[in-house]
């Protein structure tokens, strides 16, 4: 072979740099491919980890906000009332049954009665070993904030019990009526976390629950609980110990470190020590401020550090084979005279790196198909959670409606009182009348006692009328009907008041496609919500109006107290939004009741009178009625009765 003839080979010098630069090629390449990878991966699992940690927040102040009410509800019972203005010469048995009764039925842990004092009067675990019964918790905030008038709420280890919960407590008042009165007596609810804990430990995250002063007071791990995110120096420790919240737990450090702050609530974390010390975790935090904690979630980087290895393996497969195509086009060019055994080399080696690439393929998609299978289990288990929210929403609603029930409870109590007392005199007159043999005088005194006693009958069945759940299925709806339920239900309050009541429709019937039960409850919320704005009015005058067109009927419920202020308009119907008082609502009336509208299909809008006054109207569709609509009106009036 001649000199001409012989291929061209590159120079020593260059073959040493190419050596030294393909190598360092290849580790760019990989690199560069598995840094963009670990963006992407880190990017959708932040994505998966807010997702969980919004619905595990939403679970959890839902568990806990639902048994808010109780207190307030069990405080104003006649019975607690009764026993609590002399416990010293009366049985605390019976008022122990009732509450291990009310305990049962609300799925809570405890329910007790402190007197003025903080000691404990009655308790639904009087037959346990750890009672209540007698204890003092004059040191727990949740009777402090009660004695003092308000609403209280308190977490912590059980003194008696050890065992983590979450307290409300609502003060017992004996007379309320006096301006400068304090409360008698505090009601205390205890519900337990286990359960909601319980729930966690099938994500595939670890959940923690952080207070202010960052103890870990509930995580998906127990090793976790009673722990601290940061180091506590001795004199925080102490401080903590001091106020019984956590007992005597000591409170040790969690071995939680950053390895690296992605933002503000974003950060990679792992463990010095304790069973998760041996992986990293993408950790994400969300504000719990009703509650007054903070949520944490930490999702394992598993799936990142998978998906930077097959995306670097992907590269380094990418370029070489372009490393292999620019090698073949130069053997091609340096070897023209050998191109028979050159083109079956080539073969060789192109099947052999197809080969490869199909194992990566198949093996790519055996990874997109677990994926896949993942994704779906996240939509079921999603599906599972949007239908515990929808549950929550309608115990929530019902929940409202008993709210109102406690409201007027004094009312109804009055209303039954003086039919009572009335039956009492004319029994006792019928007994001497018999005696004095005047058996027509007594009859007559007799028949005074039916009429009562009929009288007390169409009180209780208001009530029972209201308190029902109602159905899912939507029927023809006589609105005069429904709005003089409303206000039967209010009689008392009206009366006390010298309340003038004003109602602008027509005379022949009004008919809504609604249920009644719902629109009932909607109905009571605005007017009682009317009579508390109208309480320092000198001359208080509630309007209600129907209007109607072809399709829609619209009800007005009026009222000529000071009105909504024009900044509070855009958020009255905010879940948790009030203008009251602490203590005098939730602000979720004007919330489920504009949900309940919704849902039959109509809206509720809230605007100012130009003469003075809130006006709050309902837009719902209307109805024809059904067939015979007065033998219908008379029936559904015998049925409110």
Same mark, same amino acid.
């Given at each position: 072979m001649t000199r001409a003839e012989r291929p061209t080979r590159l120079p020593s010098r260059w073959r040493r740099l190419l050596l030294l630069v393909v190598p360092l090629g290849l580790v760019a390449v990989m690199w560069q491919a598995a840094q963009v990878a670990r963006v992407q991966a880190l990017q959708e699992l932040r994505q998966d980890a807010e997702n969980e940690l919004r619905l595990s927040a939403a679970g959890l102040v839902g568990h806990l906000s639902r048994h808010d009410y109780l207190p307030r509800l069990l405080a104003s019972r006649e019975g607690v009332q009764r026993f609590l203005a002399s416990p010293e010469s009366q049985d605390a048995m019976p008022l122990n049954l009732l509450l291990d009764r009310f305990r049962a039925t609300a799925d809570v842990s405890d329910v007790y009665l402190l007197d003025r004092h903080a000691d404990t009067l009655a308790a639904s675990n009087w037959h346990r070993p750890n009672t209540f019964i007698g204890q003092n918790y004059a040191f727990r905030s949740y009777y402090t904030d009660a004695i003092a008038g308000g609403q209280g709420r308190f977490y912590g280890l059980g003194v008696q019990s050890l065992e983590r919960g979450y307290y409300f407590s609502a003060p017992v008042w004996l007379d309320d009526t006096q301006p400068d009165s304090t409360p008698d007596g505090v009601m205390v609810v205890k519900v337990l976390l286990d359960a909601v804990e319980a729930g966690w430990a099938d994500q595939?995250?670890? *959940?923690?629950?952080?207070?202010?002063?960052?103890? !870990?007071?509930? +995580?998906?791990r127990p090793e976790l609980r009673m722990a601290s995110l940061h180091p506590l120096s001795e004199d925080q420790r102490q401080a903590l110990l001091a106020t019984r919240r956590?007992?005597?737990?000591?409170?040790?450090?969690? @071995?939680?470190?950053?390895?690296?702050?992605?933002?503000?609530?974003?950060?990679?974390? $792992?463990?010095?020590? $304790?069973?998760? +010390?041996?992986?990293?975790? *993408?950790? *994400?935090?969300?504000p719990l401020e009703e509650l007054g904690w903070e949520m944490h979630i930490l999702k394992p980087l598993s799936p990142v550090i998978q998906a930077q290895w097959v995306s670097a393996l992907l590269a380094g497969g990418l370029y070489g084979i372009v490393l292999l195509g620019g090698g073949v086009g130069w053997q091609r060019l340096r070897l023209r005279r050998e191109r028979e055994q050159f083109a079956e080399r080539e073969r060789q080696t192109l099947a052999r790196a197809r080969d490869e690439l199909e194992r990566n393929v198949q093996r790519r998609t055996r990874d997109l198909v677990e994926t896949n299978r993942r994704l779906s289990d996240e939509i079921e288990e999603r599906r599972r959670a949007e239908d515990n929210l929808r549950q929550t929403r309608d115990e929530l609603i019902q929940a409202a409606k008993l709210a109102v029930l406690g409201q007027l409870a004094a009312g109804i109590n009055h209303e039954l009182n003086q039919p009572l007392a009335a039956?009492?005199?004319?029994?006792?007159? +019928?007994?001497i009348l018999l005696e004095r043999q005047r058996p027509e005088s007594a009859d007559s005194n007799l028949e005074q006692i039916i009429e009562l006693t009929g009288r007390m009958a169409e009180i209780s069945a208001q009530l029972r009328q209201f308190s029902r759940k109602s159905g899912e299925s939507l029927t023809a709806v006589?609105?005069?009907?429904? #709005?003089?339920?409303?206000?039967?239900?209010?009689?008392?309050?009206?009366?006390? +008041?010298?309340?003038?009541?004003?109602r602008q429709w027509p005379e022949e019937e009004v008919w809504v496609r609604a249920d009644l039960v719902r629109l009932e409850q909607v109905l009571v919320n605005l007017i009682g919500n009317a009579l508390q704005a109208m309480a320092e009015v000198e001359a208080p005058r509630l309007t209600l109006s129907i209007e109607r067109d072809d399709t829609r009927v619209r009800l007005g419920v009026a009222d000529n107290g000071p009105g909504i202020p024009e900044e509070h308009l855009g958020r009255i119907f905010e879940p948790f939004f009030t203008t009251k008082s602490p203590g005098? @609502?939730?602000?979720?009336?004007?919330? !489920?009741?504009?949900? #309940?509208?919704?849902?039959? $299909? $109509?809206?509720?809008?809230?605007?100012?009178?130009p003469t003075g006054g809130a006006l709050f109207t309902l837009i719902l569709p209307r109805d024809d009625g059904p067939a015979g609509a007065a033998t219908h009106r008379t029936q559904e009036n015998a049925s409110h009765a």
């Open positions: 595939d995250a670890e *959940l923690l629950v952080t207070d202010e002063d960052d103890i !870990i007071f509930m +995580a998906s956590y007992a005597d737990e000591p409170l040790t450090h969690s @071995g939680i470190e950053v390895v690296e702050a992605l933002d503000n609530r974003t950060r990679l974390v $792992g463990f010095s020590s $304790g069973p998760l +010390a041996e992986n990293r975790y *993408l950790g *994400l935090s969300r039956i009492r005199a004319y029994a006792e007159n +019928a007994r006589s609105v005069p009907a429904c #709005i003089d339920y409303a206000l039967r239900l209010f009689q008392a309050r009206l009366r006390d +008041a010298d309340v003038s009541v004003e005098s @609502g939730l602000g979720l009336g004007l919330s !489920i009741s504009s949900r #309940i509208v919704d849902d039959l $299909g $109509g809206r509720l809008v809230a605007s100012n009178r």
